[in-house]
């Protein structure tokens, strides 16, 4: 079973990876950053509350994201396996994580956490072009879609995120560095964690996550 955690800083590939496990591997993907552009976009009292603190680079509050997975991870679909992408990203997330998975019995299989140095990450945040409609990540040099400003998935046009601001890449840094990092050893601790260098290309670095999944599975 692929109970799979995917983390790492901002702009180190976790959405671009993302995609194409969910289509390799057929598990539902759990992208906190996704469910809360989505309610950010529908307006709702959720969405009204992250945007405050997203669209500064500041984390959302645990109690607000931890329920938002619990109620997720719950469902039917995740039976079969599930790809958590952003989440946990503080101690008090990774705690109520582990309490949730034993309590549904679906344990986390590994911890995938690809690493990046800051200067490319600055480069791939501020030339990152997203789709609004599916949640698809493109770049204006290193993943042009086919045609310039759509989505090569389901047409819809292209946008620059409100948050992939130098300014706001500086916080959200800031708060990767803080609140994030630790749970590195946290999972190292409990032989979850396979560090995975995202410097490499995107089918090299797709390559060696679906080695380790092939290893634990
Ligand atoms: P979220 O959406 O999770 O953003 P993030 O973690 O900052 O990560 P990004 O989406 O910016 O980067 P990525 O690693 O997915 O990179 P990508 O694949 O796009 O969260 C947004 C916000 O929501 C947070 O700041 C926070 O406020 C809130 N939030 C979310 N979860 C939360 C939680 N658990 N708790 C509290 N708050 C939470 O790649 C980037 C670019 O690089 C792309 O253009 C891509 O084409 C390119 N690229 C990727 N890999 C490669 C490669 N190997 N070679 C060349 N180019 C590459």
């Known amino acids: 079973m692929l109970n799979i955690i995917l983390m790492g800083p901002p702009g180190a590939g976790k959405g671009t990876q993302a995609k194409k496990i969910i289509a390799a591997y057929d598990i539902p993907h759990i992208s906190t950053g996704d469910m809360f552009r989505e309610a950010m976009a529908n307006k709702t009292p959720a969405g009204l509350l992250a945007a405050e603190y997203i669209n500064k680079g500041l984390l959302v509050p645990d109690d607000?994201?931890?329920?938002?997975?619990?109620?997720?991870?719950?469902?039917?679909?995740?039976?079969?396996?599930?790809?958590?992408?952003?989440?946990?990203?503080?101690?008090p997330q990774a705690e109520a994580?582990?309490?949730?998975?034993?309590?549904?019995?679906?344990?986390?299989?590994?911890?995938?956490?690809?690493?990046?140095?800051?200067?490319?990450?600055?480069?791939?945040?501020?030339?990152r072009r997203?789709?609004?409609?599916?949640?698809?990540?493109?770049?204006?040099?290193?993943?042009?879609?086919k045609v310039e400003g759509v989505c090569d998935y389901c047409g819809a046009t292209l946008i620059q995120r409100k948050d992939d601001t130098l300014e706001s890449l500086a916080v959200r840094l800031n708060a990767y560095e803080n609140q994030t990092l630790p749970l590195v050893k946290f999972y190292e601790e409990r032989g979850l964690l396979h560090d995975v260098?995202?410097?490499?290309?995107?089918?090299?670095?797709?390559?060696?996550?679906?080695?380790?999944?092939?290893?634990?599975?």
Do not use: Q
């Open 64 to 91: 607000v994201t931890i329920k938002l997975v619990k109620e997720r991870l719950a469902k039917d679909d995740c039976a079969k396996g599930f790809l958590l992408d952003g989440f946990p990203r503080t101690i």
């Open 97 to 127: 994580l582990e309490t949730l998975t034993k309590e549904i019995n679906r344990p986390i299989s590994a911890v995938v956490n690809i690493t990046a140095d800051k200067e490319v990450l600055v480069k791939r945040i501020t030339g």
């Open 130 to 145: 997203v789709c609004p409609a599916c949640g698809a990540p493109f770049h204006i040099e290193t993943l042009k879609p």
């Open 197 to 217: 260098d995202g410097l490499i290309g995107l089918e090299e670095v797709f390559k060696t996550i679906c080695d380790i999944f092939e290893e634990i599975k």
